[in-house]
């Protein structure tokens, strides 16, 4: 069956769905497919779900302690959304209002 792959074309196929993913990702990448899932019924996320991870990992790594604002427009997320991956602010180490200069202690 393998070599009869090079002789299929987008013709051969019926219109619609299974001609639309030929085209995008060619006839021979939608053969594996076929080999791979043919026969089932599958559930294909959608495009911002598959990337979802790689997102978030850009928000954490340009959050610098006060940018919720900016990378939630930039994103297309929600601020709530940076401050639940990233937290408040204020990165680690930054001193706050109360620290006192020659490492004393906050007052109680």
């Known amino acids: ?7 299929m074309t987008l013709e051969m196929l019926p219109d619609g769905l299974y001609r639309q993913i030929a ?3 060619g006839i021979e990448n ?9 026969g089932e ?7 911002d779900s ?8 850009r928000i954490k790594a340009e959050f610098n302690g006060y940018n919720h604002t900016e990378l939630a ?12 991956l990233c937290g408040e602010g204020a990165p680690p180490g930054q001193m ?10 906050k007052p109680e």
């Open 23 to 25: 085209e995008e990702i």
């Open 73 to 84: 427009k930039k994103y297309g997320v929600t601020e709530r959304w940076v401050r639940q």
């Open 50 to 57: 598959f990337v979802r991870p790689a997102r978030d990992i």
């Open 30 to 38: 939608f053969y594996r497919l076929t080999k791979l899932v043919g």
């Open 96 to 105: 706050d209002l109360f620290d006192f200069i020659g490492g004393e202690n």
């Open 41 to 47: 019924s599958i559930y294909i996320i959608k495009p």
């Open 1 to 7: 069956m393998d070599e009869l792959i090079k002789y």
